[in-house]
């Protein structure tokens, strides 16, 4: 009789504990915006639905989170959202969501926090290999920092960033290295189509919705031949030394050559397909085409919407350059490998980098 009632009592903690915590089959979306009013939108969805809290931490930094004092936020799971404002809106912050003291997840506005400039994001929170996650903060993309605002200048010190990859001449720059705190630019200039030519013939309004796909089918098969390939083959040098870190990729309106370093950056790391095409699709969002498509608007309606469709990031253009690489080398990984000089050994120092197991945490 005592041994049985032992068992059941053992049976009975056994069970109110692991009924306290979501079990490891349990898995979870994130996601977390800005509004124009500063205030953080943070969302998650856990699957299969499980009842107890989650404690939100916040920091300026994704490595460090102070758990040890009070959250910014405790709130029921089931209520999937936690919205606050910002402490300081010319910092960026990170987040640490605990779900219910069993597992860990971290979060941060992919976007909106620098605003003066086309398309600046961070490249963080991508599911990689082996469950892993890409951090945050240690790869941003945008269009040219020549834009930003003074108040946009002082939020991109705040990030700290060590390097600034430059797809663009260094004629072509007109920000100051210095002024944004970075002591090591990386230009790697490269254009592949004439891009005179392209405006001229916009402006005469010869230029049709099939001169913009061959426009953009052009420039992307152009960008992974020849001289091309020693600037991404020379991306993957940078990446692979961690003193470089934080580091922003810069290009013409944050397109062509950022979009197709993105995609080497993260098919290196293991990151899906479907969540490359998020990536290049993303600037849909949050890319400005009221600037271009003003100084266009007397023009013809067939030759705006031929621009907007070079402006506007279709997945299936991103999709065709993957094709004709596999198609060709094999893999992506095969043209990696062959023509961007990624060695295993390299790749290894980059996942070190980059990956974080969020169980650890």
């Not at 945008?142 to 663009?168: M, W």
């Amino acid at each position: 009789m005592i041994k049985k009632y032992s068992l059941s009592i053992i049976t009975i903690i056994s069970l109110f504990l692991f009924s306290a915590c979501f079990s490891h089959t349990h898995d979870s979306n994130v996601s977390c915006d800005i509004t124009m009013d500063n205030e953080y939108i943070i969302k998650w969805d856990i699957f299969p639905k499980a009842e107890g809290k989650v404690k939100i931490y916040i920091s300026d930094s994704p490595d460090n989170f102070d758990t040890w004092q009070d959250p910014v936020s405790v709130v029921d799971a089931d209520d999937g959202v936690a919205v606050f404002p910002t402490p300081d809106p010319l910092k960026r912050h990170y987040f640490l969501l605990d779900f219910n003291n069993c597992f860990s997840r971290i979060v941060a506005a992919r976007a909106s926090y620098i605003k003066s400039a086309y398309d600046f994001r961070d490249m963080g929170g991508y599911s990689g290999i082996s469950g892993k996650k890409t951090k945050w903060g240690m790869i941003y993309r945008t269009g040219p920092l020549d834009t930003l605002s003074a108040i946009d200048i002082q939020r991109v010190r705040n990030i700290a960033p060590k390097t600034i990859i430059e797809y663009r001449d260094k004629d072509e720059c007109k920000y100051s290295a210095s002024e944004l705190g970075v002591k090591n630019v990386v230009y790697m200039p490269y254009v592949s189509f004439d891009v005179d030519s392209v405006i001229n013939r916009v402006y005469q309004s010869n230029f049709t919705s099939q001169d913009a796909r061959a426009v953009i089918n052009d420039y992307y098969f152009s960008a992974l031949t020849g001289e091309a390939k020693q600037c991404f083959s020379k991306l993957f040098d940078v990446l692979q030394d961690e003193a470089n870190y934080p580091i922003i990729i810069s290009s013409h309106y944050g397109k062509g050559c950022s979009d197709l370093a993105s995609l080497f950056i993260l098919y290196s790391l293991g990151v899906a397909v479907d969540e490359v095409y998020e990536d290049y699709t993303w600037a849909n969002k949050y890319f400005c085409k009221g600037r271009i498509m003003s100084k266009i608007s007397h023009l013809p309606t067939d030759v705006r919407e031929a621009v907007a469709s070079v402006i506007h990031n279709n997945h299936r253009d991103i999709a065709n350059v993957i094709t004709a690489l596999e198609g060709t080398y094999g893999s992506i990984d095969g043209y990696m490998i062959d023509s961007l000089n990624l060695s295993l050994d390299k790749r290894k120092r980059i996942h070190q980098i980059l990956l974080v197991d969020e169980t650890q945490l």
